[in-house]
C-alpha cells in the first residue's frame, strides 16, 4: 500500500461521560469536544475518542496499551494525581516485570483498563 497511516485512534465508551471527561483531563489530555456525546483526547502523538455510550460487555472488555518512555517515572506521575481519591472506581496498580518489559495497570471510572507499559530494549 501507497498510502501512509497517520494516526490509530481507538473509540472507547463512558458510563459516565462527564467524569471520564475530567477523568482524562486530569491526566493531561487535551479535549476537543466534536458531537453532544462525542470527544477526541490527545497527549502529544496519542489520541482517542471518548463516547456517551456505554455498554457493559465492551467496555468491560476494552483494553489500550500506552507506551511510555520510562514506567517508573509514568507510574509514581500517576501516584501522585491521586485520581483514586477522586473516582471512587478508578484502580491503579503497581508496576510488573515481564520479559518483554514492565507495566503499571489503570482503570478509568468506567473499567476501561489501560496497560501503561514500557519494552525491553
Not at 491503579?92 to 519494552?119: A, K, N, T
Request: charged share 25%; with cysteine; aromatic share 16%.
Amino acid at each position: 500500500m501507497d498510502n501512509r497511516i497517520k494516526s490509530l485512534r481507538p473509540f472507547i465508551g463512558a458510563k459516565n461521560f462527564d467524569e471520564s471527561r475530567s477523568f482524562y483531563r486530569d491526566l493531561g489530555f487535551t479535549e476537543t469536544k466534536l458531537e453532544p456525546k462525542l470527544s477526541v483526547f490527545q497527549l502529544e502523538n496519542t489520541a482517542f475518542y471518548l463516547q456517551d455510550y456505554y455498554a457493559k460487555d465492551w467496555v468491560d472488555n476494552t483494553m489500550l496499551f500506552l507506551e511510555v518512555n520510562n514506567v517508573e517515572r509514568y507510574y509514581e506521575e500517576l501516584k501522585a494525581l491521586n485520581l483514586s481519591d477522586k473516582y471512587s472506581s478508578v484502580r491503579l496498580q503497581p508496576i510488573r516485570v515481564m520479559g518483554w518489559g514492565s507495566e503499571c495497570f489503570l482503570h478509568d471510572p468506567s473499567g476501561i483498563l489501560w496497560h501503561i507499559g514500557q519494552f525491553n530494549q
